[in-house]
């Protein structure tokens, strides 16, 4: 991690990171002594909270990177290449895109490190043990869930049976920018993240409310279940999301979708990451998917878009389901083959609340990072995978998105809930983990209504990759191994470079 903080230059395109020069403070607003003043621990937290919205933005590398890297979209000729290294598979240890990943998170994490050595500093010179125990438990929390995001890109899936083999990612515990640390054991990893997750809990007792913008206990409840079920823990999985069930009741119309993505607002939101017209620009738009321009005489939008969902992801929102039009929709492309017939990501085109004019769309949504629906997914794989009633949470979320109860057993069941996993969260970045979680390769196949916009030819827009592919795993960045001596081996698949 010797070079992390030089390459904190690379943040703004990763995902428009606001932290600088965390080698000498991590907030230029505050020097010294100060930081140790509860105030500026507050304004620490601030930039934190801030600092994460701009990781988890729907356009940030982070995020729209794993979405390229599967089979959920092809790749156009107007994306300038944006993507194009994710999309083609051809990404390395020394690539740009791939080192600001990994750089970003860890520099989020050192700043984190500094907050909390700053919050201990506030606690043993002023009056002030409850706030900065919260902000404590918030910091706790934040550096477990990026501690996650790293596991999940940079490691192979976990598994219990040999996680004491497999490679993890460093944890660093201490603001230490210089740190030369070994990378571990996936096993290890995951106790450090519950650990952190431990700790949160003792710290932060906020009650969970619907559409909370700051962190709460049943945040920390819906990312135990995301742990859980990443760790092939099936039984806390499916107990920790369905605790969560009665406070935040699924949205159940058309309408509800797109108050929930149109204005930012759901009975289904647990956390998100708060957006003011004021602070839109710490996250990264998510143009790409639509590039809307106004036509004031049709009065309609003509897009553009960089990326276009692929034919069978299309083909997945079916009559009658709310999300068709609100998360995919037909969309005019006048350069398609069927300028008309094509669809694109909708669900990402932005609040109405943060434009700055009627019919500019601003591509900008509130990162969110737990909803319900997720909870609802996970455990029916849960309990799909320890031969329990995986069918009824599958159909309380088809049936509340406007879709049949599915008869389904057996694998094809598991199918289904794999198909709800894409219809619900597509462009939210998830594909990517779990592929990797299911142990599936894939296959795409080109949108036949934009195929004449489709870049990279059949060997992109065709592409097959199998499960046992070793690339499913993102390389550890060059820089790293050349620069710390105590990191470790680099992930198979890339030691050649």
């Not at 965390?22 to 140790?36: K, N, Q, S, W, Y």
């Not at 999940?152 to 899936?157: A, G, K, Q």
């Not at 990264?284 to 590039?291: E, K, L």
Request: proline fraction near 3%; include cysteine; glycine fraction near 8%.
């Amino acid at each position: 991690m010797k070079k992390i903080i030089s390459l904190m230059m690379m943040l703004g395109a990763v995902g428009g990171f606001t932290a600088c020069s965390l080698d000498l403070e991590p907030d230029t607003a505050i020097t010294g002594d100060r930081a140790g003043q509860p105030k500026y621990v507050a304004d620490l937290r601030n930039g934190i909270y801030n600092n994460v919205a701009s990781m988890a933005s729907y356009g940030g590398t982070a995020i729209v990177s794993t979405e390229y890297y599967t089979d959920l979209f092809n790749e156009t000729s107007s994306s300038g290449n944006r993507g194009g290294y994710f999309s083609r598979w051809s990404i390395y240890a020394n690539d740009s895109d791939v080192q600001g990943v990994w750089a970003s998170y860890y520099s989020l994490i050192l700043q984190i490190n500094y907050a909390l050595g700053k919050a201990d500093e506030a606690i043993a010179n002023y009056d002030s043990d409850d706030e900065m125990n919260l902000y404590k438990g918030e910091f706790y929390f934040f550096r477990a869930y990026l501690m996650h995001q790293l596991a999940l890109r940079f490691c192979e899936d976990y598994d219990p049976a040999r996680a004491s083999e497999q490679l993890g990612v460093p944890f660093q515990n201490e603001y230490n920018p210089g740190a030369q640390l070994n990378r571990g054991t996936l096993q290890q990893t995951y106790e450090h993240i519950l650990d952190d997750i431990k700790l949160a809990e003792e710290l932060l007792t906020t009650a969970g409310s619907q559409n909370s913008k700051y962190l709460t206990k049943d945040a920390i409840t819906a990312f135990k279940a995301q742990v859980a079920l990443q760790m092939h823990d099936y039984q806390n999985a499916a107990q920790y999301a369905s605790s969560l069930y009665g406070s935040y009741p699924l949205a159940s119309s058309k309408e509800d979708l797109q108050q929930m993505w149109m204005h930012d607002t759901s009975s289904e939101i647990i956390f998100e990451c708060n957006l003011v017209q004021t602070t839109v620009g710490v996250i990264v738009s998510a143009q790409d998917y639509a590039n809307g321009t106004y036509d004031g005489t049709l009065k309609s939008y003509s897009f553009n878009p960089a990326y276009v969902p692929e034919q069978w992801v299309c083909d997945l929102y079916e009559p009658g389901d709310y999300r068709d039009s609100v998360y995919v929709g037909l969309a005019r492309i006048p350069q398609a083959s069927k300028p008309d017939e094509t669809k694109i990501l909708l669900k990402l085109t932005g609040n109405e609340e943060l434009r700055t004019s009627e019919s500019i769309l601003n591509y900008y949504n509130m990162p969110k990072l737990f909803r319900i629906s997720e909870m609802y997914l996970i455990e029916a794989e849960a309990q799909y995978r320890l031969g329990g009633d995986a069918a009824t949470p599958l159909n309380q979320l088809r049936q509340n998105r406007g879709l049949a109860a599915t008869t389904a057993t057996g694998e094809d069941l598991f199918e289904e809930i794999k198909r709800e996993c894409v219809r619900e969260f597509i462009g939210e970045g998830r594909r990517l983990f779990d592929l990797k979680r299911w142990g599936d390769g894939f296959t795409r196949d080109g949108q036949t209504a934009a195929l004449n916009r489709l870049a990279g030819g059949t060997a992109t827009y065709q592409m097959t990759q199998e499960a046992s592919n070793p690339k499913f795993v993102w390389p550890i960045p060059q820089y790293e191994l050349q620069n710390n001596p105590n990191f470790g081996a680099q992930n198979n698949g890339y030691t050649e470079e």
